[in-house]
């Protein structure tokens, strides 16, 4: 059935939505021009605390460090000279050698039957020299009264000619065979410590068999290689003999600084070009040879002194893209961002070759919540106290 309130009501509701959009716009139009904007907070409470520290002033050490790989002094292979069987190893691997201490032994019986052939051989030749010295005695007084023919004379000085260089070359012979003799037992040319054997008794050795017997280094003092740049290299050049002196340090594997200074000894003569570096070789005690060929090492110098350096904490400064940039607090507690010239790091700190004077404030806390031209409330630095190291156990 068709009711005549239902028009009536329909129109109603739609003016009372129209109303609702109306107060809606005016509400969103009145935020957008900034009716609805909060209340600004009072100033003080956006003033931020950060940390600061006075760039200090003073002498510095610039020190530098390069990775070095220890090696003997000398490093002597042992490689034998004639072939024969080895018979006997006279060292235990590892431990010091003296110079001509005999390391090894090969199989001497051939070798000193070739000696006694040499020496019969030699005794038979100087026999046949005297028989020919005999006999040129005797015709040579007789050549001179034409009582034999020239030819005879010849003939006689021919043959004692022949029989002395037949004595001479038995005479090299017996040497030779003397030498070889001698090379079936392996001496070590240096003082120092002996490796471990590559061969075994029974082995076949001779030159060219194998590469080695063992290696002899010696080891006080020890050498330690260090590759340094091209640009390095033309600063020790200009450091001459001063840069040579310089005392080294050696920081081993495990950390700890090595008791004995050392110093620079040889440098190559070329600077390799596939890397653009050039190896130099230190020097360091070894006495008790603590130290062996193999070992890794770091070489550290001081390679000059900045006086009166500008120094600042690593963390105050920040890289922006290759610039590097720190917060100054100026004297009303305002920020300036400035842009400086970092120079060497000297542990946790940063020498600023320019950009700041002695006595300003940076920031090294908070440097994140800054800005130039904010209002900051200083303070002094803490630096964060290392967690103390436990108790060793009882019992």
């Known amino acids: 059935m068709y009711n005549a309130q239902q028009p009536a009501a329909r129109s109603r509701q739609d003016h009372r939505i129209a109303h609702l959009a109306a107060a809606t716009l005016l509400i969103v139009a009145t935020c957008l021009t900034g009716g609805c904007r909060k209340e600004e ?17 003073q002498d510095v050490p610039v ?28 060292y235990r691997e590892g431990e010091a050698v003296r110079k001509g201490q005999v390391l090894f032994e090969i199989d001497p019986r051939p070798f000193q039957a070739s000696l006694n052939k040499a020496k019969a051989q030699l005794s038979q030749q100087m026999a046949r020299h005297e028989n020919a010295r005999a006999n040129l005695a005797r015709v040579r007084p007789l050549a001179e009264k034409n009582a034999v023919s020239q030819k ?27 030498l070889n003799l001698g090379f079936t037992r392996i001496a070590s040319p240096v003082d120092g410590i002996a490796g471990i054997a590559k061969t075994q008794l029974g082995d076949l050795v001779g030159p060219g068999m194998q590469e080695e017997l063992t290696s002899v280094s010696t080891l006080d003092p020890i050498k330690v290689y260090i590759n340094i740049s ?15 002196q ?49 070992q890794y090492g770091r070489i550290r110098a001081t390679v000059q002194v900045r006086r009166g350096a500008l120094l600042v904490p690593q ?53 994140q919540k800054v800005r130039a031209g904010m209002r900051v409330q200083p303070r002094p630095f803490a630096p964060a106290a290392r967690p103390a190291a436990a108790a060793p156990a009882k019992g």
């Open 230 to 244: 091209e640009r390095e290299y033309l600063t020790a050049a200009e450091a001459g003999e001063q840069g040579e």
């Open 63 to 90: 020190k530098r460090e390069w990775v070095g790989v220890l090696d003997g002094l000398v490093n002597a292979t042992i490689r034998p000279q004639v072939s024969g069987y080895l018979v006997r190893q006279n």
């Open 246 to 294: 310089l005392p080294l340090e050696l920081i081993l594997a495990d950390g700890s600084l090595y008791p004995h200074a050392g110093r620079f000894a040889v440098m190559d003569r070329q600077i390799d070009p596939t890397t653009g570096t050039m190896k130099i070789g230190a020097l360091f005690a070894n006495k008790g040879n603590k130290l062996r060929p193999g």
């Open 315 to 367: 963390r105050a400064v920040t890289e922006i893209q290759g610039r590097y940039m720190v917060a100054v607090v100026g004297a009303d507690d305002t920020i300036a961002i400035r842009p400086v010239q970092a120079g060497a790091r000297i542990g946790a700190d940063w020498i600023i070759d320019k950009g700041l004077d002695p006595g300003e404030q940076v920031v090294v806390e908070g440097i």
């Open 152 to 178: 005879d004379l010849d003939d006689a000085v021919g043959f004692e000619l022949s029989a002395r260089a037949e004595v001479e070359a038995a005479q090299a012979a017996v040497e030779e065979a003397q």
């Open 41 to 57: 907070r009072p100033a003080g409470a956006l003033v931020p605390t950060v940390e600061t520290v006075t760039v200090a002033q």
